[in-house]
């Protein structure tokens, strides 16, 4: 079978993978506060990303020898390119920010990437031990929360009550629309701050309605948490409602909003947001 056939598969594997990265990443963490470099965009970069980087890439390249790793943490310089066919994306730690100022809010992510769309996600919080999985084969997509003992649970995402929305944001990379949200523009609406990936799995938890972000991410920190949501039923699109798509791994994205319920139309919550 080839590989494009068998997203789930896979699953078993690389949440091995991300939880070996998780604990290469708990012994830095577990050895008190790190210094961190800082990278060319301002962000910070660790022991702890560097290691949990190193088992991820000589994992995956173990497990699918033909397909190519692309990781936050290359060494090599990076120049724009378009994204392979077929391709590993990876952020070995996610909200490095938080874990300097030792939050526990940062995840280990993993991303297979088909023709711009992630078809496999893993999110593992090293903290929790908690893990979410997505995948999509066929017409099959699974989405599942497996906690630290074992317990699986399906995640299924549901209709949205839009006299309480809650909307999950980043806890050190808020963006204009969020603060107006946070300071009442949108009635009904409340703000839960949480660091790293985690915001896609609280909306596909339940735990959060929708995920705003209008500040800068970069596709590997995303991709992973996408397809969990996606596979969940959610949606990821940018704020003019067009998909989230991956194209050059080395660009930004653009601002957008994932969402628990697809038929969510968000377009009153944007323009009060933005005239707030
Ligand atoms: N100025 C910037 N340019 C590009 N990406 C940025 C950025 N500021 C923050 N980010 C991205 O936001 C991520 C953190 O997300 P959050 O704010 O939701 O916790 C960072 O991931 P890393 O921690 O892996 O570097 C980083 O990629
Ligand atoms: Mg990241």
Redesign the pocket.
């Known amino acids: 079978m080839t590989l494009r056939a068998r997203p789930t598969h896979l699953l078993p594997e690389v949440a091995s993978l991300c939880r070996d990265a998780a604990s290469a990443i708990l012994e830095v963490y577990a050895a008190g506060a790190s210094q961190p470099d800082w990278k060319a965009?301002?962000?910070?970069i660790t022991a702890a990303?560097r290691a949990a980087h190193r088992v991820l890439v000589a994992g995956l390249r173990a497990l699918t020898p033909e397909v190519p790793v692309i990781s936050?943490e290359d060494a090599v310089p990076r120049r724009a390119m378009p994204g392979p066919d077929l391709y590993w994306l990876v952020?070995p730690?996610?909200?490095?920010?938080?874990f300097v100022k030792r939050t526990g809010?940062?995840t280990v992510n993993v991303a297979l990437i088909d023709e711009g769309r992630p078809v496999l996600g893993v999110v593992q919080a090293p903290v929790t031990g908690t893990l979410w999985m997505g995948a999509e084969q066929g017409d099959t997509r699974v989405a599942a929360r497996v906690a630290a003992d074992g317990e699986r649970r399906t995640l299924a995402c549901r209709p949205l009550d839009p006299s309480h929305i809650r909307v999950a944001a980043?806890?050190?990379?808020g963006g204009r629309l969020v603060e107006a949200i946070e300071a009442g523009a949108v009635p009904g609406a409340e703000v839960v701050r949480a660091?790293?990936?985690l915001?896609f799995c609280l909306v596909a938890e339940g735990r959060a309605d929708l995920y705003l972000?209008d500040?800068?991410?970069?596709p590997?920190?995303t991709a992973a948490a996408h397809c969990v949501l996606a596979c969940a039923g959610g949606a990821i699109r940018e704020l003019d409602g067009s998909p989230l798509v991956y194209g050059d791994p080395t660009r930004?994205n653009p601002p957008f909003l994932a969402v628990a319920d697809p038929h969510y139309d968000a377009r009153e919550l944007l323009r009060l947001a933005a005239s707030g």
């Open positions: 965009d301002g962000t910070p990303d936050e952020d730690l996610d909200g490095t920010k938080e809010e940062f980043s806890r050190s990379h660091g790293s990936s915001k972000r500040g800068p991410t970069m590997w920190d930004r």
